[in-house]
């Protein structure tokens, strides 16, 4: 969407708070039109902002909710027994 790519021009040039809040925005917008899953993408560009800011809080928040929409990844898998056969 074009807020996406305003915020990561906003990134870029350093004016992460703006960059953050075009961010959000554009996965609101994904969501009501599209749907939680199509917002992934984005959701892994906030995630990346998050870790490198130092923001662990909502990185986690984040994290979890990614988790739920997408179900666990084939290693988490692996380390409760499901991989194994």
Not at 11 to 34: C, F, G, P, V
Not at 47 to 54: D, K
Request: aromatic share 8%; hydrophobic share 40%; with cysteine.
């Amino acid at each position: 969407s074009a807020l996406a790519v305003i915020s990561l021009c906003q990134y870029r040039i350093d004016n992460y708070r703006e960059a953050e809040s075009k961010l959000r925005q554009a996965i609101k917008t994904i969501e009501a039109i599209h749907g939680k899953l199509e917002s992934c993408r984005m959701k892994a560009v906030l995630q990346t902002w998050l870790r490198e800011w130092g923001r662990e809080a909502e990185l986690a928040a984040l994290k979890a909710e990614m988790d739920e929409i997408l179900g666990p990844d084939d290693i988490e898998l692996e380390d409760i027994g499901f991989g194994k056969f």
